[in-house]
């Protein structure tokens, strides 16, 4: 079951583009890395607001509030290239 399901990825029309096209897989690739940036700065700024390194103007519970979303956005789109960079191997 497994290795089937394995052999269907594997021989499916989206990976075979993805690994076999020249630039799908450099952008996505690009992608994931801005998505692991964006997100690793978004909690680095929660993190430096809590230890009172920067935004220190604000309570620290609102700064957190405010990065969620964009936390969200981050991990969004590294989740979604990773999974089809994945899916492509």
């Not at 269907?8 to 630039?23: F, H, K, P, Q, V």
């Not at 801005?34 to 700065?41: K, M, T």
């Not at 309570?59 to 936390?71: T, Y």
Request: with cysteine; proline share 2%; net charge negative.
């Amino acid at each position: 079951m497994l290795l089937a399901w394995c052999q269907w990825i594997e021989t499916n029309s989206l990976s075979i583009a993805i690994r076999e096209g020249a630039l799908y897989y450099p952008i996505l690739g690009t992608f994931h890395l801005l998505g692991i940036a964006w997100f690793g700065g978004m909690v680095l700024m929660g993190d430096l607001c809590v230890l009172g390194f920067g935004m220190t103007h604000e309570p620290a519970g609102e700064v957190w509030l405010q990065f969620r979303r964009w936390k969200w956005v981050g991990f969004v789109v590294m989740l979604i290239s990773g999974g089809l960079l994945w899916w492509a191997e």
